[in-house]
């Protein structure tokens, strides 16, 4: 796949491209479905299949007071967008200027003067231009104007709830892990580096790395069962998300515990894939309840994903 990181430095040749426009946060089923429709249409058409989306996401810049906590990063994104089949990414620097384009101005500017659209691939609840002012029927207007057709994809339900990043998030924020994997067709996981933390772990006779991550969003504080990956080989772990109440910590921390492992991992690079949520973040009154409640997690873990 081949990024193009400023749709205003290309301009593909005219109706040379199917194009599906979205935020694609997660990249979920819906999105997938949404991806897919658009890589099958190319091929059908001998065309190229792109994906039109936009950095930062466009609520950071419409409300800035507002925290919006992304699913994955631009470049897990990029790299779960080139996975559903896409020949072109190309991003639209979301700035004021962007912004304030009309409806009109957004389908003249972008999906044919640069982008080449001959086909334009969207989701059922699409709105574009200045304030969300362009409707579906009015770019299927549009698309009658410039000539390029537009496909509607239909909303992505699983067990009659529909998937969305919204519902992804408000689940991995509540620790629901299993509906955020279901949603997002893939088990939910981070990335990060481990750094050097307090050595608590290792006195109490659990030794922890201290995972850094660039990721915005992570689940809900608390323990969870999780799959490690490290050195392409996979471990059983146990990881807490949270502020250390029985230290009274300030800072959130994730310290995973690794099963059946003792090495020194300072400055490497680990993959957490969460499988379940053991319990919330508890404060012990001592460091002998804090053994035993560990000692319960591992067990726990253990039993959960050797299953």
Not at 45 to 60: G, V
Not at 104 to 123: E, Q, W
Not at 284 to 295: M, N
Request: aromatic residues 8%.
């Amino acid at each position: 796949m081949q990024i193009y990181n400023n749709f205003r430095e290309q301009c593909f040749p005219p109706q040379s491209q199917v194009v599906a426009i979205g935020n694609f946060d997660g990249v979920h089923l819906g999105h997938r479905s949404l991806l897919a429709r658009a890589t099958s249409r190319a091929k059908a058409l001998d065309l190229k299949s792109a994906a039109l989306t936009f950095s930062p996401h466009p609520l950071k810049l419409l409300f800035p007071d507002r925290r919006i906590f992304l699913i994955t990063s631009y470049e897990r994104k990029a790299d779960l967008i080139a996975g559903c089949g896409i020949d072109n990414l190309v991003v639209a620097p979301f700035d004021l200027r962007f912004a304030n384009l009309t409806a009109d101005g957004f389908v003249d500017h972008v999906l044919v003067r640069h982008l080449g659209a001959a086909v334009v691939v969207v989701g059922d609840n699409y709105n574009f231009g200045r304030n969300r002012e362009g409707s579906l029927v009015r770019l299927q207007e549009l698309g009658e104007v410039h000539g390029f057709q537009v496909e509607v994809a239909p909303p992505c339900r699983i067990d009659g709830e529909l998937v969305s990043s919204t519902k992804i998030r408000e689940a991995i924020m509540r620790g629901d892990i299993e509906q955020a994997s279901r949603f997002l067709g893939r088990p939910c996981a981070i990335s990060g580096r481990v750094v050097r933390g307090k050595g608590r772990g290792r006195g109490l006779g659990f030794p922890t790395a201290n995972l850094v991550s660039e990721v915005e969003l992570y689940p809900c504080e608390g323990v969870y069962a999780v799959w490690v990956e490290h050195a392409e080989k996979r471990y059983m772990g146990v990881v807490n998300i949270g502020y250390n109440p029985t230290f009274a910590d300030t800072g959130l921390t994730v310290e995973v515990h690794i099963l059946d492992f003792d090495a020194d991992l300072y400055g490497e690079n680990l993959k957490l894939t969460f499988v379940k949520l053991l319990r919330k973040e508890k404060a012990c009154s001592s460091i002998a309840e804090l053994h035993a409640l560990i000692a319960a997690d591992v067990k726990a873990a253990r039993q959960i994903l050797e299953r």
